[in-house]
């Protein structure tokens, strides 16, 4: 089927529904699955893998090891909660902010690209999340984890 072949109602909702499919498939856990998050000038990344049990990570900074693959773990009164998760939802942000400091002619910038990932580990009915923020020059990560009682 080629764009000549659909009518103008039929382009568009398939336009229209795309990027709802694909965020709904992104929340799924596939095998093999590897979630990247880069820097504002993208020599910082932070990459996630969701393969296997664990989840595991890697930092690289201009395409050289930072951090070797690692395993990601969170751990609470005990459990894991990274082993036999499942990632809910990726939130993607980006923060710009620019302000000024120490007199007038001189300002800053706060300017980063983040993600808060949710992780929900089913065996606990634990909910947590991951934030990452990538800045030009450094990676930031905040762990807040919220316990749901069924």
Do not use: W
Not at 15 to 23: F, K, N, T
Not at 64 to 80: C, K, N, P, T
């Amino acid at each position: 089927m080629t764009k000549a072949d659909l009518s103008r109602r039929q382009f568009l909702s398939i336009a229209v529904a795309a990027p709802v499919l694909l965020g709904t498939l992104r929340n799924a856990k596939a095998a093999g699955e590897v979630i990247n998050f880069k820097s504002p000038n993208s020599k910082l990344q932070f990459v996630l893998f969701t393969t296997g049990p664990q989840l595991r990570y890697r930092i690289t900074r201009a395409d050289r090891f930072i951090v070797e693959a690692s395993e990601l773990a969170f751990l609470v009164d005990g459990i894991d909660l990274c082993r036999d998760s499942i990632i809910s939802k990726i939130e993607r942000y980006r923060i710009y902010e620019k302000y000024s400091t120490r007199g007038v002619h001189s300002s800053a910038v706060n300017s980063c690209l983040g993600a808060r990932i949710s992780i929900r580990h089913p065996a606990s009915k634990t909910d947590c999340v991951l934030e990452v923020r990538a800045r030009s020059n450094h990676l930031q990560d905040s762990r807040r984890q919220h316990r749901v009682v069924s």
